[in-house]
């Protein structure tokens, strides 16, 4: 069966936005104190390349990513190949302060704060301008008004072109949309097989296990008629359903569910990640996966997700085999 590659939500923004992004989450050498070596340089090339060539154009990154080593490598990568600059979409995001800035890790979405950060983004990517400027994670202390006049005086002065926001509910994106003069496409939050509380939210009303789930309730229904698209962070759980990751210290249902993969995987011609890939991928939200894998031939499994579009009685199973009995 063919995938539905039809219009994501973030098409309404950016027409040619690709249905995977690649995460650089580890770019730059690790995340140490090493300085950036010309290994990592010329890895992170063939990284982007890689996407390029087998049609992801999404590049997402963050200010803390390997201590802002990830940023700096991409920024090298562009300044040695500025073709790459017109051929990628690229999204980064600020709020975190880790405790080399701070005496405690902290979050921190100050007026004072994001716009140093987004400057900082843009030096160590050596642009000019953010496609996607995406604020972490929610700050307790945020003071709406003042950020909103950073964010907005930002925006006209052409430093990003659109707003997004990462693991946030429903609540704390309309109040930011309603104080902030740009629209806002989108939210990342951590969705995969594994991370599958989205699903269970859905599955699980009215009844008492419900109060479980960590999934940020009525997100997903909030996000699809405002046309945000739907970004799903860890979308391949570190390989955890993969058949060839041998591990016996692991609970039954994944075993059931690394079996189920490689079968679906045989029957559908294609490899595991694909089919990991496209149970997220067949959600009608068009979700967009985050991929972060450091290996260029991963990349091209990854990418067969696309050309993949699961049964229902395929999906519900993998759904099954997860939860490690039928839905309720």
């Not at 005086?153 to 309603?178: C, P, T």
């Not at 990854?302 to 519900?316: E, G, H, N, T, V």
Request: proline share 4%; glycine share 6%.
């Amino acid at each position: 069966m063919t995938a539905n590659n039809g219009k994501l939500p973030i098409h309404q923004h950016i027409s040619h936005a690709s249905r995977l992004i690649y995460g650089g989450m580890h770019l730059g050498g690790g995340w140490n104190k090493n300085p950036i070596s010309k290994d990592d340089e010329s890895n992170t090339q063939a990284l982007l390349e890689a996407c390029i060539e087998h049609g992801i154009n999404t590049l997402d990154l963050a200010d803390i990513y390997t201590f802002g080593k990830a940023e700096e490598v991409v920024g090298r990568v562009l300044k040695k190949v500025p073709a790459l600059v017109d051929n990628l979409i690229i999204q980064s995001k600020l709020g975190i302060k880790l405790t080399h800035d701070a005496k405690v890790k902290q979050y921190d979405l100050s007026a004072s704060w994001a716009e140093k950060g987004l400057d900082a983004i843009l030096k160590r990517l050596g642009i000019e301008k953010l496609d996607i400027l995406f604020l972490h994670r929610p700050d307790p202390l945020m003071e709406i008004e003042s950020l909103s006049n950073t964010l907005n005086r930002n925006y006209e002065q052409d430093k990003f072109d659109y707003l997004a926001v990462s693991n946030m509910h429903a609540g704390q994106m309309a109040y930011i949309q309603s104080n902030v003069g740009m629209p806002m496409v989108a939210n990342q939050l951590e969705m995969s097989l594994l991370a599958s509380d989205f699903v269970e939210d859905a599955i699980t009303v009215n009844m008492s296990i419900n109060s479980d789930i960590g999934f940020p309730r009525g997100t997903l229904e909030y996000c699809q008629p405002q046309g945000i698209q739907l970004q799903a962070w860890a979308s391949m759980a570190q390989g955890l359903f993969d058949p060839q990751n041998i591990n016996d210290d692991v609970p039954a249902n994944v075993i059931a569910t690394r079996q189920l993969v490689g079968e679906l995987a045989e029957s559908y011609n294609t490899c595991a990640s694909a089919i990991v890939l496209a149970w997220l991928m067949r959600h009608p939200a068009m979700i967009q996966p985050v991929i972060g894998t450091t290996k260029p031939e991963r990349i091209a499994e990854a990418a067969q997700a696309s050309k993949i579009l699961l049964s229902r009685d395929d999906w519900y199973h993998l759904l099954e085999a997860r939860r490690g009995q039928e839905v309720p």
